[in-house]
């Protein structure tokens, strides 16, 4: 139990673009989701935090019109990274909780975003 | 902010040896959880401990989370190439439902 997936799992884009990538919770109903950024060698750095229903909570640092997320069920959250550009390029990793505390969260696969 | 360090950075090993890492705050967590990540892929959670003194194993890995609150210990016996991977601590921030990651130790098994 406890899958959480992610769509799609690596994306090339161009700079300017925009893309969005999916996460789901696939056999609980995930009260908040979080979405990481983890560049080459480097710890898993959080971006925001999302309960279904209400505005994501972003992190120092973290541009909200930049990093569009949208919780709208309890088993979906989505990132829009808005006219992406070739700094953007990481791997973005989300994760689901079935509780308000952050210690039950799991792990989706990640998706790797390119952009040239 | 609040930090977890982790030691050591990199491990390379031969097979079958036994593998011990370690990490440490500046402020006491009441929840350490211990992660593996392999190339490409999410972190999946390995072990948590909940308990000051807390001892607790899965398979080959065990874990422990220190008296002191400040630290956690992650041990692997008899390793295989399959450990491979980076490993991370973590940790809930008090009051928070965030948790913070370490640096991690990354393991590489030598041929």
């Known amino acids: 139990g406890a899958v959480v997936s992610q769509h799609p799992s690596w994306v090339i884009c161009k700079s300017g673009t925009s893309v969005k990538i999916e996460c789901r919770s696939l056999?609980?109903?995930?009260?908040?989701m979080f979405w990481y950024r983890q560049f080459p060698k480097q710890s898993l750095m959080l971006m925001a935090t999302s309960n279904e229903g209400s505005k994501a909570t972003y992190e120092q640092g973290v541009e909200k019109d930049k990093f569009l997320i949208n919780h709208a069920s309890l088993t979906l959250s989505t990132l829009t990274v808005t006219s992406a550009h070739p700094e953007d390029s990481s791997f973005y990793i989300c994760?689901?909780?079935?509780?308000?505390?952050?210690?039950?969260?799991?792990f989706g696969p990640g998706t790797r975003l390119t952009v040239l | 902010g609040q930090q977890l360090n982790q030691s050591p950075q990199s491990m390379f090993i031969q097979e079958g040896e036994d593998v011990s890492m370690n990490c440490t705050s500046s402020s006491i967590f009441n929840t350490w959880l211990w992660y593996k990540q392999d190339p490409g892929e999410g972190p999946v959670l390995l072990i948590a401990?909940?308990?000051?003194?807390e001892l607790t194993s899965n398979g080959r890995l065990t874990a422990q989370f220190g008296i002191t609150r400040k630290d956690s210990f992650l041990n692997i016996s008899a390793s295989i190439p399959s450990d491979v991977g980076i490993y991370f601590c973590a940790g809930p921030t008090p009051g928070d439902d965030k948790i913070i990651f370490g640096k991690g130790t990354r393991l590489h098994i030598l041929p």
């Open positions: 994760s689901a909780s079935f509780t308000s505390r952050g210690d039950t969260q799991y």
């Open positions: 056999d609980f109903q995930a009260t908040t």
């Open positions: 401990l909940y308990k000051a003194g």
